[in-house]
């Protein structure tokens, strides 16, 4: 367990930035000046944010910890993350659609896990349930579940994230029970016919129990998602709802904070001004570090002292064109 953290680093999370959404010569400048990296594959948010601050990863529970996120109450029996997502064929594989893409409504994933309950689910072995936007499995027993979150492998092949081992086979089972019960329900017949993709399986993934609460120090967090909130709660640390902009984060802040903006603000105004506010802070000596998380898989570490790093003006990473992987 860490014995403390940076108390004098700030790390933000930001919409994607590559692809040239950025056109503001100055922010690209001081960007170019800063460590830049991209992941090599997608990652879910709450890892790129705990190896950033230097937190554990949870061994398992994920789900758990999204529902403890929320409802403030921490989940006592197996939990297992039900994203509904949209299986697409193509020639020779299937392709992902995650949730974010497809668009659920709560009304029609509360009309689909109601169904799925009625038809898979039981008081001894398995219950699916809804909260909000977000499915669950529950089970009496551990069942083998992915490791990531649909929106980490939205468009991509799913076959390549499935669990593998023992219970596999039993996993590949119950999705294909949970596709032939969803395959022309109500719900997808209507959203066919409207033009929009069905809703034609659930992606498990994240199954565990809750981590015990215990006392770790974490810096404050200010954010909607569910998942990183639990996390927080998990380890009794200090966490906000995103307040709307970057500026009450730093003067709430004695140092260093996580913050997160929320992953569909697309307005580029917004981003703008979040980054010059933190350029301003770093200035200013708010904080002596800061980190830049995009959810494009993009990454900025930057120090004060890479403003002396003069012969860099530019950066291709800053309009590499990549997949959006990061969001929820």
Known sequence: MNASYDKTAAVVVLPPLSGGRLQDTSLRTWLARSNLSMDPEPRDLLARIVEAVGLPYPREGLGALRMWGQTGDRPTVWIAAADPVYLEPRLDHLCLHAPRRIGVPPADL???????????????????????SSGYLRADKPIASAAVPAYVIDQRVPSDFLPDGEGAASYRNLISEIEMALHDHDVNLRRVAAGKCPINSLWLWGGGKAPGREMRPQPPLYANDPLLLGYWESATAVAELWPGNIEHCVDASDGGFVAVMPEFENDSAAVKDCLQALRSALRARRFARLTLIFRDGLRADIERSHAWRFWRRESELLDFVTTEHDGS
């Open 110 to 132: 509360r009309a689909l896990v109601d169904h799925l309950q009625s038809v898979l689910g039981d008081e001894q072995s398995i219950g699916f349930t809804r909260l909000g």
